[in-house]
């Protein structure tokens, strides 16, 4: 599976756009690029997915190169409730269990 | 209430004592999972099953037991609890039918093994 390389943390102001970026260098043709949230004291959610260019929902756009080997989750006008942990996977479309493989996710901080 | 739950949300117990903590899912999901989350590590997977009396090992099993005697529960035992399972264990369940990425999880157990 491939691995996923994000960073530690982030800073971020209330209204301002962020972008996260998650490197997935090995990435198979058969694996989805996935994002989840987690916030303080809570089990993590699933916020967004993506196989390639961009895709966009209620709460973020997801970003992916025609090389697939990077992606860029996008969340417009952050307020305070954004601040969260963000995890990037990659999961196998083909896989029937759907083994998920988090690391240690990029934390986000927003400021007032 | 609909979705997923976790009992107890807190638990404090002793090293060498037994301790259950209980999963339910009201979607009738067929995949469950439990993960445990420490600090530096992320979510790691303990133990997962595929559907009602179907168990298998994930990354950090040593020390724990499941049982999936019916679809809605996934109980964790750990047989004689230690000081290093001291964590915040997540139980998990996804659709068989439904996106592979997509899993629900619970609020999280937070336990501390003294």
């Known amino acids: 599976l491939a691995k996923t390389t994000q960073p530690i943390s982030m800073d971020s102001y209330e209204g301002q756009e962020v972008n996260i970026t998650c490197s997935h260098n090995?990435?198979?043709?058969?694996?989805?690029i996935t994002w989840y949230q987690q916030f303080p004291s809570q089990g993590p959610r699933f916020i967004i997915q993506?196989?390639?260019t961009k895709v966009t929902n209620e709460v973020a756009s997801l970003f992916i190169p025609a090389d697939r080997k990077s992606s860029t989750l996008s969340l417009p006008r952050v307020s305070l409730s954004d601040t969260a942990v963000y995890y990037c996977l990659v999961a196998d479309r083909g896989s029937t269990l759907g083994r998920l493989y988090f690391g240690r996710g990029t934390q986000l901080t927003v400021w007032p | 209430d609909a979705g997923i739950t976790q009992s107890p949300r807190y638990k404090i117990t002793e090293t060498g004592r037994q301790v259950t903590l209980m999963c339910h899912q009201t979607w009738s999901h067929s995949y469950m999972f439990w993960y445990r989350q420490d600090l530096g590590h992320g979510l790691r997977l303990i133990y997962y099953?595929?559907?009602?009396?179907?168990?298998d090992k994930g990354e950090v099993p040593d020390g724990y037991v499941v049982s999936r005697s019916k679809t809605e529960n996934f109980p964790l035992t750990l047989e004689s609890a230690t000081r290093s399972q001291t964590s915040v264990y997540f139980c998990a369940s996804r659709d068989s039918g439904g996106a592979v990425y997509e899993q629900y999880f619970g609020p999280g157990t937070r336990l501390t093994v003294t």
């Open positions: 099953s595929a559907a009602a009396d179907i168990t």
């Open positions: 090995n990435i198979a043709t058969n694996d989805y």
């Open positions: 993506g196989y390639k």
